[in-house]
């Protein structure tokens, strides 16, 4: 008998955790912060949770904070779907069922030690992005340059401007942000995020680039990133696909031979080249 | 371990024997096909069956269970099914499919619902008397089986010869009244087994099947995925009778107090329109033709890689006679694949 069926640990089950904070953030996204009901959490950037919301579902969604934040976690969720929109009705002290950290394919914390970082996002592919971020500037002296570059569609879509601009303030960060559509309120950059690789400070061939955002950006980044000659094993996307069960059981996160669930859901790009799904 | 010669009219005592005792699965009649359904008397059994309409996959996998149960507010708790039961008649193709699916359900993390019910069943696995319409077991070298049943069974005329693989089998078949096999038996055996491993072959491959990872590598961009899908219905007809699917999907279901309720997988299929899809609208495979190739690839390339090889197509023709627009057979499209492509 196996070690799960002895102990009867059960793959599925969620462990109860308290929503300590939750805010709106925008028309769509609502912000949360959570605590393990048994204290216990330990995740590295890029993994996920499947959070459940009891008689509704469960949805996979990338931790948005850094390891480094302590005993708590943050999540941000944009209101689109059945379980998502009833965690927008959550409010402070209610219980979420939580699995995870899921994901074994996870941002190269390590290996990118004492290189330049590119951060590209587009919309609330800065959600995922921002766990890695703030570990970076927790522990600033461990790395080399670092490029934000943020690409949101409209002025009032906008996330965590409040870090945007102290990231901005730094000195030691290169934040670079625009808007798809132009709006008086805004004086910054306008257009597509691909625009502004040109604008980075740092030697693109040499840093590392980390992509996270819709589905239809990776191809043009891809493309701005060619132009560049930046090699394929130093950029990292972030894939999103439907995921059920998180651990490599109901198939339908499969790309190609690989589920996301277990592989990714950060993935180096030359390791793509067998999964003409990917892109 | 044990090899019996049980004859027929004592092998029909020793089943009646076991549904007084457990709960006891056995293929039967189902108008003019067959299924596994729980027995109620050794009559009803037909080991003299082509192929079940549904593989036994359901038992350890059921089209839709309990995963837990919970209460708003409240913990999670874990529903495992503890009944104990006996399998009887099932066939070397279905047995190397549950020998797969033992695999995958096991490694990397362990399903414990699906262990749990893998470990309450006993499986008496049977040779196959009579080839069904569109079986390849053959080609696929699933003919015979060597492991994963507690006890074989293998029609020889007169009596059976029964064959304890496990000491659950070794138990049971202790119960059984029977001779020890004579070597008249066991090259009777033998012989249905040189048989099965010729008949068993509707559809005849034109390769090794452990090429098919090899030969799908090249495959990809072929226009055998979009002329097939061109009539393709996206019903998951294959998906449902095959024994190797086991996509799934999950979701909540709430009582009627508004308080409580359970958490259901179901199976699912790689097959039907929006398996990828999601919210608001983004399908990521949304191509017919894609999810055609998705299916084939997994049988052939995909799964095979996570099981040491293995291919996980048993050749049980299942999908042969369930697809309405007659595409799906796996053999045609590896073999078409074979004589545009080449071996080697």
């Known amino acids: ?279 | 371990m044990t090899v019996k010669k049980i004859a027929k009219s004592d092998f029909t005592s020793f089943v009646d024997a076991l549904i007084r005792t457990e709960k006891t699965i056995g293929v039967q009649a189902k108008g003019d096909r067959f299924d596994f359904a729980p027995l109620e008397s050794a009559k009803d059994l037909r080991l003299d069956y082509d192929v079940t309409l549904q593989p036994p996959k359901k038992y350890f996998l059921p089209p839709s269970e309990v995963l837990l149960t919970f209460e708003v507010g409240g913990p999670y708790q874990s529903q495992l099914d503890g009944q104990k039961f006996i399998l009887l008649g099932v066939h070397p193709y279905d047995m190397v499919a549950i020998n797969q699916m033992d695999e995958l359900f096991q490694q990397d993390n362990c399903d414990v619902h699906y262990v749990t019910r893998r470990q309450n069943a006993t499986i008496i696995a049977c040779d196959v008397a009579k080839p069904s319409d569109h079986v390849f077991a053959s080609s696929m070298g699933t003919a015979v089986v060597k492991k994963g049943y507690d006890i074989l069974l293998t029609d020889i005329g007169d009596s059976f010869v029964a064959e304890a693989a496990t000491p659950k089998g070794e138990q049971l078949l202790a119960k059984a009244k029977g001779v020890k096999a004579d070597a008249q038996a066991l090259k009777k055996r033998e012989d249905v087994w040189a048989r099965n491993k010729k008949s068993l072959n509707k559809h005849e491959l034109k390769c090794d099947p452990a090429y098919l990872p090899k030969l799908l590598a090249k495959a990809y961009k072929h226009p055998v995925w979009e002329e097939k899908a061109k009539t393709c219905f996206s019903c998951g007809s294959c998906n449902q009778v095959c024994p190797t699917c086991y996509c799934f999907n999950v979701q909540d279901d709430v009582n009627w107090d508004l308080k409580t309720g359970q958490r259901v997988r179901e199976w699912d299929g790689c097959l039907l329109d929006g398996f990828t899809k999601v919210a608001p609208a983004h399908e990521f495979r949304k191509a017919r033709a894609d999810r055609f190739r998705h299916r084939l690839y997994r049988k052939g390339a995909y799964v095979p890689q996570k099981i040491g090889g293995q291919i996980a197509c048993v050749g049980c023709g299942r999908c042969v006679g369930a697809c309405l627009p007659d595409i799906a057979n796996p053999v045609s499209i590896y073999n078409r694949l074979i004589d545009d492509l080449g071996i080697g």
């Open chain 1, 1 to 279: 008998m196996c070690q799960c069926c002895a102990e009867k640990k059960d793959i599925y089950l969620p462990q109860l955790a308290t929503v300590a904070d939750i805010s709106q953030m925008n028309v769509t996204e609502k912000y949360l912060r959570l605590a393990m009901d048994d204290g216990q959490f330990d995740f590295l950037p890029g993994q996920f949770v499947e959070i459940s919301v009891a008689g509704i579902g469960e949805a996979p969604i990338t931790i948005s904070s850094s390891p480094t934040l302590g005993d708590s976690f943050e999540l941000v969720v944009r209101k689109i779907g059945r379980v998502s929109g009833a965690i927008h009705n959550l409010k402070r002290g209610d219980k979420v069922g939580i699995r995870g950290p899921l994901g074994k394919g996870v941002y190269p914390v390590e290996e990118a030690k004492g290189k330049n970082l590119v951060f590209i996002c587009g919309g609330i592919g800065m959600v995922p992005q921002r766990s890695f971020i703030n570990y970076v500037l927790d522990n600033r002296g461990d790395y080399g340059d670092v490029a934000i570059l943020q690409g949101t569609k409209s002025y009032d879509l906008r996330l965590f401007t409040s870090e945007i601009d102290a990231w901005s303030k730094r000195g030691d960060v290169q934040m670079l942000e625009t808007l798809d559509e132009g709006d008086p309120r805004w004086k910054g950059n306008v257009g597509v995020v691909t625009k502004l690789v040109a604008k980075i400070e740092t030697d693109l061939k040499s840093a590392m680039i980390l992509v996270c955002g819709p589905p239809i950006m990776y191809k043009f980044v891809l493309m701005a990133l060619a132009e560049h000659d930046v090699p394929h094993g130093n950029i990292f996307l972030n894939l999103e696909r439907k995921m059920k069960c998180g651990v490599g059981k109901c198939g339908h996160c499969q790309i190609n031979h690989a589920y996301v669930c277990m592989s990714g859901p950060v993935f180096r790009y030359s390791d793509l080249a067998s999964l003409p799904e990917a892109i």
